[in-house]
């Protein structure tokens, strides 16, 4: 019996007023951890989900349970939400909320709380949860304790949850301000915690959700958040300001682009139109085009070309290599950052950002871009085998015969190195795939040798950490499927991150099968620290134990307890196999490694 007798709690009515008025918003996924206090949210979201109004993703771990949700924000660029209890459960939120901050993906964070009178005075479970997540967030908001609310759906007790709601949702957007992020939305539930839905939400009209975002009731800020996007592939491109005007780039200064990670097709476009170089990372989206600079490493360090750059246009987030951190840092390069949705560039303490970047009326300078391009040529790695000598296989010398199947056979059977890991990956994945890279040793591998390809790309280089990479992909799968729509997910990673987030193998029985690929570069430890000054200055004992960290997971038991399909390969015949079969779900390649 609730406070009313009627069979209703307030905290239900609240619950379907602020997750009703985000599907009118646009909202399309939603992420569960189970949870006394947040009942009323799951029960409503398990009715939402129903209807068909939402996808519903189930996690009993937080931590996975907001990676998830940042790679279906990272993918399809609009917020899901992720609801959980109070307590611990919301502290576990932070690593992805800081990554979504750092990034520019928009999330929502609806934590249950206890009322204000059961916070600092010893109550089960409760903590100081506003403000949890200060100085991450582009709004937090601890909402008010329902209490009765009316039965029609514009009741005045209704309100202040379908305004939290439409604020919540135009901070996570982005919506005004050019920065999408996340939000956290703070819930206190009394007892009872739950109680009948209300009639408005179960009568055909008390929720409107559009079949498209844009299309949703009240949808402006939606509409905004696509049209300021340009490309794809990753919470890409740079966000472009409605009512600012791009900048017009003056001929003359020795100019590059650089694309770091999200940056998009954007960074292209500009140094096709502009005749300028493309340093583009591996994670940036923007890895294709004829002026892609292939070893671009190298010749940032070759005072001939690195050496005279007087002019630097950013878009993204550069992270993988030192020498463009060292050429964004010098005081006689000018540096031109391209605003996007996450943390913005300045390193060089003079940095200027911009809303966006127009190539020069003027020629292009060919003999700067001449130059790089004739040097980039050079740097190209080619690790595809040879093709068959189709003319020595069917030659009727026996010799000729015998050797042309030696070599065959040999080129199935070559062991598999990093270099022949991410090319292989590289290689089986297209526009209608996705790719994510885990913050691992082999992300750098591939950034140094693999070639251009225009394929959606992802990685989680706001902060550059290993954990969530494996829910982070789950959750690109979930929002990039949809229906018969064609596509693999493939994860590529090392150990360690895979360890880092194993809790995210386990997948809820009622859900859909993903199409996802994790492959796993297994060397037996973070091999990444062997390259680092940290290396030349420890003990080799002292290094393995606290660095390199061994360990000897067994993968195979691991896959087969939570109910994936398992593949060990060591040959790059049998690694092309595995990647390019039929997938029919989730699957676990390991590839080992040496150190």
Known sequence: ?????????????????????????????????????????????????????????????????????????????????????????????????????????????????????????????????????????????????????????????????????????????????????????????????????????????????????????DGTAETEWGAHY????????????????????????????????????????????????????????????????????????????????????????PTLSREVARLLSRADVEVLAVRGPGEQLNLNGTTVAVDGVTAPSAAADREWLGAWMRASREQIVDLSPAAPDADALSSPVPAERLGAISAELGAIRAPVDRAVLVDAVWRATWPHDRLLFGSSRLVRVADEILGGKKVPVHANRGLAGIDGTVATGLGIAAASQRGATPGVTRVL????????????????????????????????????????????IAGAEAFDRVQFTPQTARIEEVARAYGWEYRRVTTRGALDQALTSPAGGRQIIEVPLTR
């Open 1 to 217: 019996m609730t406070r009313d007798g009627s069979g209703r709690a307030p905290a239900t009515d609240a619950a379907a007023a602020l997750l009703g008025r985000l599907i009118e918003r646009g909202l399309r996924h939603v992420v569960l951890s189970p949870g006394s206090r947040s009942q009323a949210l799951a029960l409503v979201a398990a009715e939402l989900e129903s209807r068909g109004l939402i996808r519903l993703h189930v996690r009993i771990d937080e931590r996975v349970a907001g990676f998830t949700a940042l790679g279906i924000g990272r993918e399809n660029r609009m917020p899901a939400a992720v609801i959980c209890t109070s307590g611990t459960a919301v502290a576990n939120l932070l690593p992805a909320a800081l990554e979504a901050h750092h990034s520019g993906v928009p999330l929502l964070l609806l934590t249950a709380d206890r009322p204000p009178e059961l916070r600092g005075v010893g109550a089960n479970q409760a903590t100081r949860q506003p403000g949890m997540f200060s100085g991450f967030v582009r709004l937090e908001s601890d909402l008010p304790v329902a209490e009765v609310l009316s039965d029609a759906i514009d009741g005045d007790e209704v309100a202040p949850f379908r305004a939290a709601a439409d604020e919540g949702w135009d901070a996570a957007v982005g919506a005004g301000s050019r920065v999408a992020g996340p939000v956290h939305l703070n819930v206190p539930f009394r007892e009872p915690l739950a109680g009948a839905l209300p009639e408005w939400l179960l009568s055909s009209t008390g929720v409107v959700a559009a079949s498209d975002p844009a299309d949703a009731a």
């Open 230 to 317: 340009q490309g794809g592939g990753g919470v890409g491109a740079a966000l472009q300001v409605a009512g600012a005007e791009p900048v017009v780039l003056e001929a003359g200064p020795r100019t590059v682009v650089v694309a770091g990670a999200d940056a998009g097709t954007d960074a292209e476009q500009l140094a096709h139109e502009g005749g300028f170089p493309l340093i583009a990372e591996i994670v940036s989206g923007a890895r294709f085009g004829r002026h892609l600079v292939h070893g671009y490493r190298r010749l940032l360090s070759d005072p001939e070309l690195g050496g005279r750059v007087e002019r630097a246009v950013v878009f993204g987030h």
């Open 493 to 536: 990673l090392g150990d360690l991150a895979f360890l880092h987030d194993v809790g995210a193998l386990l997948h809820p029985p009622s859900e859909g099968e993903p199409r996802i690929q994790v492959i796993v570069g297994n060397d037996g430890g973070g091999t990444i620290f062997d390259g680092l000054e940290v290396a030349g």
